[in-house]
């Protein structure tokens, strides 16, 4: 199984950009879809971001469609989640997980990073 871990978390103010790197660990990374989750409190996790094996096809929600990007390098067992123009609403806990689909639930997904926390202020 693969580990993850995510860094890249912090405040920033509203319509700043922000870059979340998941470094994975093992030699399997290639062989997962891998996604970004977020939970902000009170909420349920949802995904903001799927990327599929070679990195080809990506798939977002609306809430997150046109300012968040996935991508990934499986040479260097890395995974990034650039954000942009960031709103107060997109403040939350962020994991990045290891799947078997296109794109997968929460509770579908293998292996977790820890999470880094990302603050927006309005």
């Known amino acids: 199984q693969v580990q993850l871990v995510e860094s890249g978390g912090g405040l920033v103010q509203a319509g700043d950009s922000l870059r979340l790197s998941c470094a994975a660990s093992g030699r399997t990374f290639e062989y997962y879809i891998m996604a970004w989750f977020r939970q902000a409190p009170g909420k349920e996790r949802e995904v903001v971001a799927t990327?599929?094996?070679?990195?080809?096809?990506?798939k977002y929600p609306d809430s997150v469609k046109g300012r968040f990007t996935i991508s990934r390098d499986n040479a260097k067992n890395e995974m990034w989640l650039q954000m942009d123009n960031l709103r107060p609403e997109d403040t939350a806990v962020y994991y990045c997980?290891?799947?078997?689909?296109?794109?997968?639930?929460?509770?579908?997904?293998?292996?977790w990073g820890q999470g880094t926390q990302v603050t927006v202020s309005s």
């Open positions: 990327v599929r094996r070679s990195g080809a096809m990506t």
């Open positions: 997980a290891a799947g078997m689909t296109f794109p997968f639930m929460a509770n579908e997904g293998v292996s």
